[in-house]
T-cell receptor, first 120, second 112 residues
Framework: GAGVSQSPSNKVTEKGKDVELRCDPISGHTALYWYRQSLGQGLEFLIYFQGNSAPDKSGLPSDRFSAERTGGSVSTLTIQRTQQEDSAVYLC??????????????????FGPGTRLTVL | QKEVEQDPGPLSVPEGAIVSLNCTYSNSAFQYFMWYRQYSRKGPELLMYTYSSGNKEDGRFTAQVDKSSKYISLFIRDSQPSDSATYLCATSPGGSARQLTFGSGTQLTVLP
């Protein structure tokens, strides 16, 4: 079956431009997460969606970052007025259930391959 | 201080060696503990998932959680060159917190 897909795989942009990153989660997964991985760093949580609930935006580093999830499926992460420090790999993950609500591995987060963003 | 600390390595071992990877964490509320493996330019993939303390074994991999010392370990027996990757520990308190908190990753190379 298909895993989590992300597009584009690579994005090079100029400082000050806006970018949109797309995530297609695994079909049937209700939870969707965005993380950011900077060079030599672990993954940093950005935002979490669960069904039709209001998203948890507590990890977004500034108001230049926003995300949407349409129809409970595809999600788009938008970065406005990009800065050089935004350069990183942006990873999307999905899980059938949110972490901690059910056992049996249904809350396992499956990651996509990421979008490598370079801001010049 | 980061909530999860992990030695970044790099760590090089000969094929067949036993590998020990470790993390420490500071938040006593953490209950869910995971190890992910990440190959170069790929997304992380789940290796081991442990709830609360104890050991869990899966083939050549053993995960240990010691909540009293806030210490997480992953052991790889009979290491193979295909095990060469970055290993990330991850944890979460669960409850209302759905996201994972990750260590910075340890880069492992298994030499043939």
């Amino acid at each position: 079956g298909a895993g989590v897909s992300q597009s584009p795989s690579n994005k090079v942009t100029e400082k000050g431009k806006d970018v949109e990153l797309r995530c297609d989660p695994i079909s049937g997964h209700t939870a969707l997460y965005w993380y950011r991985q900077s060079l030599g760093q672990g993954l940093e949580f950005l935002i979490y969606f669960q069904g039709n609930s209001a998203p948890d935006k507590s990890g977004l580093p500034s108001d230049r970052f926003s995300a949407e999830r349409t129809g409970g499926s595809v999600s788009t992460l938008t970065i406005q007025r990009t800065q050089q420090e935004d350069s990183a790999v942006y990873l999307c993950a999905s899980s059938r259930q949110p972490l901690g609500l059910a056992g049996g591995g249904t809350d396992t987060q499956y990651f996509g391959p990421g979008t490598r963003l370079t801001v010049l | 201080q980061k909530e999860v600390e992990q030695d970044p390595g790099p760590l090089s071992v000969p094929e067949g060696a036993i590998v020990s990877l470790n993390c420490t964490y500071s938040n006593s509320a953490f209950q869910y503990f995971m190890w992910y493996r990440q190959y170069s330019r790929k997304g992380p993939e789940l290796l081991m998932y442990t709830y609360s303390s104890g050991n869990k074994e899966d083939g050549r991999f053993t995960a240990q959680v010691d909540k009293s010392s806030k210490y997480i370990s992953l052991f790889i027996r009979d290491s193979q060159p295909s095990d060469s990757a970055t290993y990330l520990c991850a944890t979460s308190p669960g409850g209302s917190a759905r996201q994972l908190t990750f260590g910075s990753g340890t880069q492992l190379t298994v030499l043939p």
